[in-house]
């Protein structure tokens, strides 16, 4: 039967372990360490594209593109130490890992274009090739790729090694089509909301696996934020707003504490094994 948009969109297939259970390569008692697919969850993960873009972009100008680069990757660094040492979801963890990799995600992009030389076109490709190579040898290797299933280390390591490529891939796309095909950044902003809805649609009508709904809906988020965010942030020379990359990096951080302070409270996006046993945690 096929499925509706919100559940393409929102409930990923996966097997279940139950919350007793130690899988072979487990961090812990077998809680999923991701959140759960809602609502919420695809306005947090626009957000964090589009503040790791204009970060990135106010770092790498500020600072320099080596500085910059260092920064951004100790903070990754320390971010994933976080999440892989904790047990379970915890939602101000898992999003400031998140906001780690769009921000050294555009600044891997940027050096592989900008100081490698590379273009944009090239860089998709070789983007996409390595996304695809990290899907197949996560399917390979664990029979899924639903991010229910992320309940032990391994899984938990290919999970974050997708989240990182498809950032890179993403900020690659969005680049393409604003600065080499010149369509752009509100032209791409509204190219990129349109193709996001491919996915559930092709869930709800042609029965798209929601599995691939996910990871084909999760890829067009950092374009499609970064779009935006460029479109607030450049001169309008360039076909901006003009605002600056500083503004709008600190405009989008403010909902961005706000809504994971949400979730931190309401638990709304905790997993559900969690909830029933009493172990939500910030």
Not at 52 to 81: F, K, M
Not at 175 to 203: K, R
Not at 237 to 248: A, H, M, N, Q
Request: hydrophobic share 50%; no cysteine.
């Amino acid at each position: 039967m096929a499925q509706s948009s919100s559940e393409a969109l929102a409930r990923p297939a996966g097997e279940g372990w139950s919350h007793t259970s130690l899988p072979e390569g487990g961090h812990g008692p077998g809680w999923s360490k991701v959140p759960q697919v809602t609502a919420l969850f695809w306005g947090v993960k626009v957000l964090t594209t589009g503040m790791g873009e204009t970060a990135s972009d106010y770092l790498g100008r500020t600072l320099g593109p080596i500085p910059a680069g260092s920064l951004g990757l100790a903070g990754l660094v320390t971010l994933l130490i976080l999440q892989f040492r904790t047990t379970r979801y915890r939602p101000w963890i898992y999003w400031s890992a998140i906001v780690m990799v769009s921000v050294f995600g555009t600044m891997a992009a940027d050096v592989v274009h900008v100081v490698a030389g590379i273009p944009y076109t090239v860089s998709v490709i070789a983007f996409s090739a390595a996304l695809a190579a990290i899907l197949a040898a996560w399917y390979g290797s664990e029979g899924t790729l639903s991010i229910h299933s992320i309940r032990t280390r391994r899984r938990e390591t290919f999970y974050w090694a997708t989240v990182l490529a498809t950032f890179a891939l993403g900020t690659a796309v969005g680049d393409l089509t604003a600065g080499t095909l010149h369509w752009g950044y509100l032209p791409s902003a509204l190219l990129f909301t349109a193709l996001i809805a491919v996915p559930a649609l092709s869930g709800r009508f042609l029965g798209l696996n929601a599995v691939a709904a996910f990871w084909w809906a999760y890829v067009l988020t950092r374009p499609l934020g970064a779009s935006f965010a460029d479109w607030m942030g450049v001169s309008p020379s360039r076909g901006g707003l003009g605002w600056g990359t500083g503004p709008v990096t600190l405009t989008l951080i403010v909902p961005i504490i706000l809504l994971v302070g949400y979730l931190a409270i309401s638990h709304k996006d905790t997993p559900a094994e969690q909830q029933a046993m009493g172990t939500t945690a910030a």
